[in-house]
């Protein structure tokens, strides 16, 4: 058996994208995914790319968790990798924010990479493995009425070098924060879409375009990699240079 990953939210956009790139690199999924119709979709569509298994996980359950962890291993033997990709957004004026959707977004995207990492690692340290936790450039840079996400990837982002410190040497972690990345034609059949980008989006960019899913999955590739191996506790934004732009007006 093969080297084996958890991807959550592995049925749509990046981590959609994160999944095909291992599943053609001879690495098995598990896309951990809480929209059922998507992690259908996505584990019949990459079947013929070889193994792959969606199981219906809200991640900022406790006990999904640990059944979505429990099942991989039943299923698979060992867990080499996780990807913590799993994210959700409600942007509104503070003001209008409601306490429970605060929490509904840390809850997914805070607390869920933080439960994976914590039930993935007693079988994860057996014989090593990476944890890749996907942030935001949000993280350190801000549109207005974004105050949960923004939050919740910026503790990502703490989270991930924390991990590093206590999970190594067996376990290496590091993050991606990534920019404006297109992922409408990467989402279930009923919602997608062509994207609709203008020249002044792509121009926008230092790299001169705006970026794809595949930009992402690349770079996760080859941080799980042992050309990697003394790459730990690091984020990496991927944003086609946007947060090194000056803008005056």
Not at 104 to 116: D, I, K, P
Request: proline share 3%; hydrophobic share 40%.
């Amino acid at each position: 058996m093969g080297k084996v990953a958890i991807i959550t939210g592995g049925g749509q956009g990046i981590g959609k994208a994160i999944a095909k790139k291992f599943l053609e690199n001879g690495i098995s999924v598990v896309i951990a995914e809480i929209d059922e119709e998507a992690g259908k979709e996505t584990e019949e569509e990459y079947s013929i790319l070889g193994n792959i298994k969606f199981i219906k996980t809200d991640v900022s359950k406790e006990e999904d968790v640990i059944n979505m962890v429990e099942e991989t291993a039943k299923s698979f033997g060992k867990i080499n990798y996780l990807i913590n990709n799993a994210g959700i957004s409600i942007n509104k004026p503070i003001s209008e924010l409601t306490l429970e959707e605060w929490n509904r977004v840390l809850g997914v995207n805070l607390t869920g990479t933080f439960l994976c990492s914590k039930y993935v690692y007693p079988y994860m340290k057996k014989e090593g493995g990476v944890i890749i936790n996907i942030a935001s450039t949000r993280a350190f840079m801000s549109e207005p009425n974004t105050e949960a996400y923004s939050a919740s990837k910026g503790g990502i982002y703490a989270l991930t070098h924390a991990l590093a410190i206590s999970l190594g040497p067996e376990i290496r972690v590091n993050c991606i924060s990534p920019g404006w990345i297109e992922t409408s034609e990467w989402k279930k059949k009923s919602l997608r879409r062509k994207p609709e980008l203008t020249e002044l989006d792509h121009k926008q960019h230092p790299a001169g375009r705006v970026g794809k899913p595949e930009d992402i999955a690349s770079l996760v590739l080859f941080l799980i990699s042992d050309e990697a191996g003394f790459i730990t506790g690091a984020n990496f934004i991927v944003d086609g240079g946007m947060t090194r732009k000056m803008i005056y007006l």
